[in-house]
């Protein structure tokens, strides 16, 4: 009976587990090429899942999915401009007709925890509720990817920042080199010109004492084509093997491209269906509707008693006034 006082209310449900090899192979791909380039991406099935659920579970997307939904432009209709009735019907829904179970534990030899979560969705009829549904977990599933993107861009730009400033220390440090390199050929060159040294000096099998800093034994004529040689080097990564592979690395960072890829976080135990069966009313609701229906009976039935009570006592009066007469 209390069935049939209540507004109707179906309810439709749907259960997801950690995302397995077919949901996160696109992931697994991108994350593959992100780690030859040294870049470290945290994003496993149990941060996928657990995102998804809390972002399901945040009442602030729970609003912003509803109020753009047929649904609740329909349940506005009448009153579409009042705010009071807006705000009410956003919280009722919100705290009411939307849920997830926590993860239930099914403990295996390993003591392995097997996660999945049961979400809910409860409308008038079984089409907006399984409807609500699927566009309420397809409007996280976005917010979801948006997060991942977020996080493997984040990422990405750290490497670039990180090697375009190794990138510039090392070059700074070839520059300096070469420039002390150029100012100690200037001088070995001035030292063997003063030293009458034109040609390089050969030993004939006995040592020669050179000076390592300006070495003049290789004569100034070589010693100033070696100077010509370096200051006319400009792309020092050319002759520096270290220098040459971080820019090798840069322009690979530089180039990357995040591709927009769809990732679904969960896997699917149960897709949302369109519910067979009304949702029973809850005991304590009953309880509530049987108190009421007492107290407004007992209220009824003293006002009742009330009334005839009354009505004897004026009747006896009017008896009484006529014996009198």
Known sequence: MVSYILPPKWTSTAIIALPGDEQVQVLDELITNLTVLDIKVDVSANYLLST???NFDSQDLREQYLVNTNYFKRLMKNNPEDGLDKRALIERIVNENISSVNPLKDKTEGENE???YKLSYSAS?????RDLLQGSINYVNTIVN???FRKIQRAVDLAKG???DKYSMELLKARNNQKVKIERLRYASSIADAAGVKKPVY?????ISDDPDFPITMGSDALNRKLEIEKSVIDLASINTELLNRKLYLDKLNRLEIPNVNIVPFKYLQQPTEPTKRDVPKRALIVILFALVGLMGSVGFVLVEHFVRERKREEEGLK???TKE
């Open 162 to 164: 990180i090697g375009t």
């Open 203 to 207: 030993s004939n099998g006995s040592a």
């Open 146 to 148: 948006a997060d991942v």
């Open 320 to 322: 009484l006034s006529q």
């Open 52 to 54: 998804f659920k809390q």
């Open 114 to 116: 097997y996660r999945y």
């Open 125 to 129: 009829t079984p089409t907006d509720a």
